[in-house]
């Protein structure tokens, strides 16, 4: 009987111990970076950018226009080899345009990211301050499925490559 109780409490302190290890806490970095006062100015240098390259894209559109517009003024007095050249410099300029525009939205993502960059590493170091602070070991992005801070400790990762024969 003394022996089942005194496992009993045993088990009880291993599990006390087991979960005052591990501390979770939650973040909603997007709406602690949407209060930050550097938001606005990063949203200026964004906007500006964009409008950037808007001005771009309309002269090419406005080069492309010009340019239908001038070979529909000239179709008959145009050779049948000069209509074959104006219609391959058309269709060069619409596709400047189009491919323009796929990689405006990829330079303004990218542009976006190195604005908002710094506020984001702003963020992650007060959270890794309190985290260390506060005896977290891991902090839960309340948006989407990250991790804000993770202690060290807990990550596993060396150990699996280990055990899978990988090295680093």
């Known amino acids: 009987m003394k022996t089942k109780i005194t496992l009993l409490i045993a088990a009880f302190f291993v599990c006390l111990t087991i979960t005052a290890q591990t501390k979770v806490g939650t973040i909603n970095r997007e709406y602690i970076v949407s209060k930050m006062p550097q938001l606005k100015i990063a949203q200026e240098r964004i906007a500006k950018y964009g409008a950037k390259l808007d001005s771009i894209n309309d002269s090419k559109i406005t080069k492309h226009d010009a340019a239908v517009k001038a070979f529909n003024e000239n179709?008959?007095?145009?050779?049948?080899?000069?209509?074959?050249?104006?219609?391959?410099?058309?269709?060069?300029?619409?596709?400047?345009?189009?491919?323009?525009?796929?990689n405006g939205t990829t330079m303004i993502q990218l542009r976006r990211n190195d604005f908002m960059?710094?506020?984001?590493?702003?963020?992650?170091?007060?959270?890794?301050?309190?985290?260390?602070?506060?005896?977290?070991?891991?902090?839960?992005?309340?948006?989407?499925?990250?991790?804000?801070?993770?202690?060290?400790?807990?990550?596993?990762?060396?150990?699996?490559?280990?055990?899978l024969g990988i090295k680093e």
């Not at 948006?143 to 993770?150: E, H, L």
């Open 75 to 102: 179709l008959k007095t145009l050779s049948e080899e000069d209509k074959k050249t104006k219609f391959t410099e058309i269709t060069t300029l619409k596709q400047e345009i189009t491919q323009f525009q796929k």
């Open 117 to 163: 960059r710094p506020l984001y590493q702003k963020v992650n170091e007060v959270v890794e301050e309190i985290a260390k602070e506060k005896g977290y070991t891991q902090i839960l992005t309340l948006t989407g499925n990250d991790f804000a801070y993770i202690d060290e400790k807990f990550d596993i990762t060396k150990l699996v490559l280990t055990k």
